[in-house]
């Protein structure tokens, strides 16, 4: 019998006031609270899908606020670099692209080892083994196209190299998005690819965005029909009437799945974690479906309008060779593709 049924057992058979009281106050102490708390989160997130997360998340945590600072995956770390040289991160919780940049972070044993229940649920391939980091969800780089003006849409990278796409390219710079720094790295380390890709792109003379918002809003428009770019985006231009598709490339998409970690330094532990808990629960990763995001975990469904994860052939990557050569892919791409 719980303690909360036997207590009011007592109180039922109890006949004197002084009992009928302390019961009273057990049952008060027992209905117990949620966390009150104030944490600030760091993330490369568009800023109009954290503030609806955020909103969601605040359903289940009514009294946890959570103070944004968002950011481009580049300036997050420039910043947190900032920070440390001063004392701590300014972040409680770290929501961005890049599997590696989080590699570095537990190599300076910045963060706390996570240790949810909810993890089990969440694909090994998506979480670090150690536990220090995990997905929050699938983020595949694809090739995007404007209906309008594309007929036969180019289905494998390397059709990017060819003449008919001279000065018809747009993709992100990797100085700046997280995700297009990994995506380089892939690209460089695959055997059909690696530097000569990048040459023979350049010969086309893209042209660079800052990050993967503009090169959507570019191909959306027309001003350049064919953009290398997050698929999430193009289904959200899609379902705003743009007249975009992707083609997931035969060679295989280059993918990140935006980990979640926290920082060691945090004073609001308990609020932090379950920020955590709730993004790879069941609940946080079919809002993340509703958000057009293929999820980190098998129950959560598939965003309207996109290929089941198992349809799509992912290009793989060990972790420890893109953080290795990640630098070196950004130069080359500086003086490639960078240099038109």
């Known amino acids: 019998m719980s303690t909360r049924h036997t207590a009011t057992l007592i109180c039922t058979l109890s006949i004197t006031s002084l009992v009928l ?13 949620g966390i009150e708390a104030s944490i600030t989160l760091y993330t490369s997130e568009p800023q109009e899908k954290i503030d609806e997360l955020i909103a969601d998340f605040n359903e289940v945590e009514p009294d946890v606020d959570v103070e944004v600072y968002r950011a481009g995956t580049g300036d997050l770390t420039a910043r947190i670099e900032s920070e440390m040289a001063g004392g701590d991160p300014g972040a409680d919780v770290f929501l961005a692209a890049d599997a590696p940049t989080f590699e570095g972070y537990k190599e300076q044993d910045l963060l706390l080892p996570l240790e949810s229940e909810e993890a089990e649920a969440v694909q090994e391939e998506f979480q670090d083994p150690e536990g220090y980091y995990y997905g929050t969800r699938v983020i595949p780089t694809v090739i995007a196209y404007n209906t309008n003006d594309v007929d036969t849409p180019p289905e494998s990278w390397d059709e990017l190299t060819e003449e008919e ?84 490339p035969v060679e295989g998409a280059p993918y990140i799945y935006q980990p979640v970690g926290i920082f060691e330094s945090t004073e609001e532990e308990e609020a932090s974690r379950a920020f955590v808990d709730y993004l790879i629960s069941q609940r946080g990763q079919e ?20 290929p089941d994860l198992d349809e799509v052939t992912l290009m793989e990557a060990d972790i420890d060779e893109v953080s290795e050569n990640q630098e070196e892919a950004i130069d080359l791409f500086d003086s490639t593709i960078g240099a038109n």
């Not at 009281?21 to 609270?33: L, P, T, W, Y």
């Not at 995506?183 to 993967?212: C, K, Q, R």
């Open 287 to 306: 809002f993340a479906v509703e958000q057009n995001y293929m999820p980190v975990r098998d129950d959560a469904g598939t965003p309207e309008g996109a």
């Open 21 to 33: 009281a302390g019961c009273g106050g057990n049952d008060d102490s027992s209905e117990g609270e």
């Open 165 to 248: 796409y001279d000065g018809q390219i747009t993709l992100p710079n990797p100085a700046v998005s997280g995700a297009a720094a990994f995506n380089a790295a892939v690209w460089y380390l695959n055997d059909d690819m690696g530097e000569s890709w990048f040459e023979d792109v350049a010969e086309n003379s893209p042209v660079i965005a800052d990050s993967n918002g503009p090169v959507g809003q570019d191909v959306a428009s027309g001003t350049y029909p064919v953009g290398i770019v997050v698929d999430f985006m193009m289904r959200d231009l899609r379902d705003q009437g743009s007249p975009v598709e992707v083609s997931y």
